[in-house]
């Protein structure tokens, strides 16, 4: 059985950072592509980013480039996001995915097999 299980989220200020986390299970996890995408209250999913099996191509939604970074270590079959300047648009539940993704669009949610429960992040202004 598939488990993906986010962690780090919370509540931080503006120009704020936090790390989120996605422990993996029950898939051969560096053959998965990983995303992280995030909904905010009333709105709908929306891709933030997404990295190879292998790790070494990156995707991300414009607004979020050069302030969060995704990276994975298929070691301990993990995969994170780094967020720094945090901003109040940045609010939303954040769930990772994982999808058996060779090539295409990673930001299309339909790609993705197996999605966590979320975490929330809440950035106050």
């Known amino acids: 059985q598939v488990q993906l299980v986010e962690s780090g989220g919370g509540l931080v200020q503006t120009g704020g950072s936090l790390r989120l986390s996605c422990a993996a299970s029950?898939?051969?996890?560096?053959?998965?592509?990983m995303g992280w995408f995030r909904q905010a209250p009333g709105k709908e999913r929306e891709f933030v980013a997404a990295v190879t099996g292998s790790g070494w191509s990156t995707f991300y939604l414009n607004s979020v480039k050069g302030r969060f970074t995704i990276s994975r270590d298929n070691a301990k079959n993990a995969l994170y996001l780094r967020m720094n300047s945090l901003k109040p648009e940045d609010t939303a539940d954040y769930y990772c995915?994982?999808?058996?993704?060779?090539?295409?669009?990673?930001?299309?949610?339909?790609?993705?097999?197996?999605w966590g429960q979320g975490t929330q992040v809440t950035v106050s202004s």
């Open positions: 995915a994982a999808g058996a993704i060779n090539a295409g669009v990673y930001g299309n949610p339909g790609l993705y097999t197996y």
């Open positions: 029950g898939l051969t996890f560096s053959t998965y592509a």
